[in-house]
Each structure stands twice: as structure tokens, then as C-alpha cells.
Nanobody, 127 residues
Framework: QVQLVESGGGLVQAGGSLRLSCAASGRTFSTYAMGWFRQAPGKAREFVAAITRSGSRTYYADTVKGRFTISTDNAKNTVYLQMNSLKPEDTAVYYC????????????????????WGQGTQVTVSS
């Protein structure tokens, strides 16, 4: 089992920045990759970014590429999502997720491939 706890969400004005954190505990050594997903009201949960446990590969949704950065600190078992130049359309509940199986390319984007999920943290961007 892997437990995930997100933090760092809040209210920010458009153009501002936030950094989300995801603290992992339990069998963290079993994870292959960590991902961030988001879900806006009335919409499906969507992929935002992912990173392999080694940190060697990262993946981003086109909507956040160039604005968001995912990183990992394995010593702290924590994954971060630095969000810059935030837009109102970034408003959503952001979820951290852990993937056990190998993935590459678009295989790391699929929501169904992630086994463990956090409870989510709200990000609200005002215009």
C-alpha cells in the first residue's frame, strides 16, 4: 500500500503561482511513476503531469506545458508540482497518484494506470 497526501492548494489570482506537494508513505519503493491529475466541476479527471521515480523522465499535458514543472525529492518521498502563470481554467481539485507498472510516453498519461490516489487539494484561480 502507498498513502498519498497532497497539500499546497489555495486561492490565487490569474498570473500567480502555487506549489503543490504530495507526500508518499508506505511501500514507496514499489512505485514506478508519480502523476498529477485534476478535475474541474462537471468535467472528467484529466492528466496534468507525471514523473518517473528516478526523475529521469517527465510528461506534461499540452495545456500546462511550459507553465507547470513536476519534480521529485526521493529523500523526502515527496513529489512537487510548481504551477506558474496560472489561468482561471486551471481551477480544479488536483490529485496526486502513484503508478506501480512500467510506462513510457502516453502510457504514463492514462488515469486508469495509477493504483493509489490522494484525497486532492483545491486550486482556485481568480480572474
Amino acid at each position: 500500500q502507498v498513502q498519498l497526501v497532497e497539500s499546497g492548494g489555495g486561492l490565487v489570482q490569474a498570473g500567480g503561482s502555487l506549489r503543490l506537494s504530495c507526500a508518499a508513505s508506505g511501500r514507496t519503493f514499489s512505485t514506478y511513476a508519480m502523476g498529477w491529475f485534476r478535475q474541474a466541476p462537471g468535467k472528467a479527471r484529466e492528466f496534468v503531469a507525471a514523473i518517473t521515480r528516478s526523475g529521469s523522465r517527465t510528461y506534461y499535458a499540452d495545456t500546462v506545458k511550459g507553465r507547470f514543472t513536476i519534480s521529485t525529492d526521493n529523500a523526502k518521498n515527496t513529489v512537487y508540482l510548481q504551477m506558474n502563470s496560472l489561468k482561471p481554467e486551471d481551477t480544479a481539485v488536483y490529485y496526486c497518484a502513484a503508478k506501480i507498472d512500467y510506462c513510457s510516453g502516453y502510457g504514463c498519461y492514462a488515469l486508469t494506470g495509477y493504483k493509489y490516489w490522494g484525497q486532492g487539494t483545491q486550486v482556485t484561480v481568480s480572474s
